[in-house]
């Protein structure tokens, strides 16, 4: 971890170096872009888990996925919020099924379209046995806004298991950062199905992807 970027907080999961070098061998493996799914019948079977990254337009999460992955290109990055328009599913090696959502909230497309994509999301959500955990992304300058708290809703609702990753890190100085820390920490309680956990990283700085690798390596 990154003295200057990550403080010390017992919100901030450790791992021991075995479990991080778990978590690098896994995304050390090739990982292959799948298929987009627009409709629920697109879903590909139920066989393996899946992990699913979430989070508002433009909060970096492609960026996130990018460099969680070790690729430069694997998720479409763009300045342009909402344009991934659908579910990515891409395939680690045969492994597990990281699922990339559609960004909530703000998105540059008309409002039946954004409708379209939200339905498709909570009906995921709500329906699918295979998926482990959702990572729900939450940028560290701003906190939780009205249509993360929106998703995080729709996720306790489905119990669906989740954690919250603060993206761009590195762009709050430390006593911000933990201050953000204590206020998602504060705010998780009133929210069943998140874990207490959370991960401060940087996709520039590379802060946190190890730790972020080893919790997805320990849920398969």
Avoid at 88 to 96: E, R, S, T, V, W
Avoid at 123 to 151: C, N, P, W
Wanted: charged share 25%; hydrophobic share 40%.
């Amino acid at each position: 971890m990154t003295d200057e970027i990550l403080p010390s907080a017992t919100a901030i999961p450790t791992y021991e170096a075995s479990e991080i070098e778990a978590g690098r061998k896994l995304f050390s493996r090739p990982v292959t872009f799948l298929l987009g799914v627009a409709q629920l019948e697109q879903l590909p079977p139920e066989d393996k888990t899946e992990i699913c990254f979430a989070g508002r337009s433009n909060v970096g999460k492609s960026s996130l996925i990018n460099a969680v992955t070790g690729r430069k290109d694997l998720a479409r990055t763009s300045n342009t919020p909402g344009r991934t328009q659908q579910l990515n599913y891409f395939d680690l090696d045969g492994a597990c099924h990281i699922v990339d959502l559609p960004g909530y909230g703000f998105a540059q497309a008309p409002k039946d379209i954004v409708e379209t994509w939200q339905n498709l999301i909570k009906q995921y959500l709500r329906g699918r046995v295979t998926l482990r955990r959702v990572f729900v992304l939450i940028d560290s300058r701003h906190g939780f806004m009205k249509a993360d708290l929106e998703m995080m809703k729709v996720l306790d609702e489905s119990a669906v298991t989740y954690q919250i990753v603060l993206t761009k890190a590195d762009k709050l100085k430390k006593g911000q950062l933990e201050k953000r820390i204590k206020e998602v920490v504060k705010a998780l309680v009133k929210h069943p199905a998140a874990l207490p956990k959370i991960f401060a990283t940087s996709s520039e700085k590379n802060t946190g992807l190890g730790e972020l690798r080893a919790e997805i390596s320990s849920l398969l």
